[in-house]
């Protein structure tokens, strides 16, 4: 029916009728908390480029991952800054890593949180590469070895789920075997498969002191004008045993999110990186826009592009929200 016998802002008129009508529904189970432990400090230490996001010392992390699980929120990812950063990340598949021993106090006093682990090398090398080098370039196969080696320590030391977020080839088949051979055949992988070389990791890069000391990530993260390559991407991660595949960053890459859930069926992530959760504090403080407003729009974007789950800084403020109503 034309106008104005159909008329469109009648379902529009007042909240409770919006939200009746409402087609993408946000809710704190979607989120994923990125939670950060370090090994070199002693207190909670802000991450100036994150508001309101810290580094936690192993003491006191599980306090954090514990105001996620209150929150609602089923699962945290966790990234460590280790003691000591060497050439191959020798830190990353230690038992007394400062990953594999948070997991071991969070799983302790938290049992039924979901912990996820980034599987990189990024924050342990003293390059701050994602890989191993060999003459100057990542080594591809030498680095997938580490992070097989590294993705079963994580298990052994009690997580649920295992992320690697270093864009080699072959690394998820590398992971799925060495974990299937170790006695993890039950421990999922949820694989960073379209991990694009954005400008928008700035500020974590910061929080885990993993700037590259030459060069970039170029060479093995994703060019981002490529959009048919994401999803030759998504797929070999698929074919090789992945359990559920990620799009990162998010808020520039919906394209891409929209694309992978048309074609695929397997559980898919997004990560609502540290530049974006940056960009909408900064608007904030400067009085741009509200933050819950603003926050929650995007979120609410990024689940309407066809993400199940969405990594984000403001997990624990939109899970409030959400609950405010």
Known sequence: ????????????????????????????????????VSDVISSPEP???MPGISNYPLAMVVEEAARAF???????????????KDASGSDSVSDEGIIQRAIGEIKARLPDLTVITDVCLCEYTDHGHCGIIKQGYVDNDLTIAQLARQAASHAEAGADMVAP??????????????????????????????????????????????????????????????AREALREIEED????????????????????????????????????????????????????EERRLALEILTSIKRAGADLIITYHALDAAAWLREG
């Open 165 to 226: 977020s270093d864009m080699m080839d072959g690394r998820v088949e590398a992971i799925r075997s060495h974990l299937d051979n170790e006695g993890f055949e039950l421990t999922p992988i949820m694989a960073y498969s379209a991990k694009y070389c954005s400008a928008f990791y700035g500020p974590f890069r910061e929080a885990v002191d993993s700037a590259p000391q030459f060069g970039d990530r170029s060479t093995y993260q994703m060019d981002p004008p490529n």
């Open 238 to 289: 698929v074919d090789e045993g992945a359990d559920i595949v990620m799009v990162k960053p998010a808020l520039a890459y919906l394209d891409i999110i929209r694309d992978a859930r048309d074609r695929f069926e397997l559980p898919l992530a997004a990560y609502n990186v540290s530049g974006e959760y940056a960009m909408v504090k900064q608007m904030a403080k400067a009085g741009l826009a």
């Open 70 to 84: 209150e929150a609602g929120i089923p699962a945290i990812l966790l990234f460590g800054t280790p003691g000591q």
């Open 1 to 36: 029916m034309p106008f104005p016998e159909m008329r469109m802002r009648r379902l529009r008129r007042t909240p409770l009728l919006r939200r009746l009508v409402r087609e993408t529904m946000l809710h704190p189970s979607d989120f994923i908390y990125p939670v950060f």
């Open 47 to 49: 991450i100036p480029s």
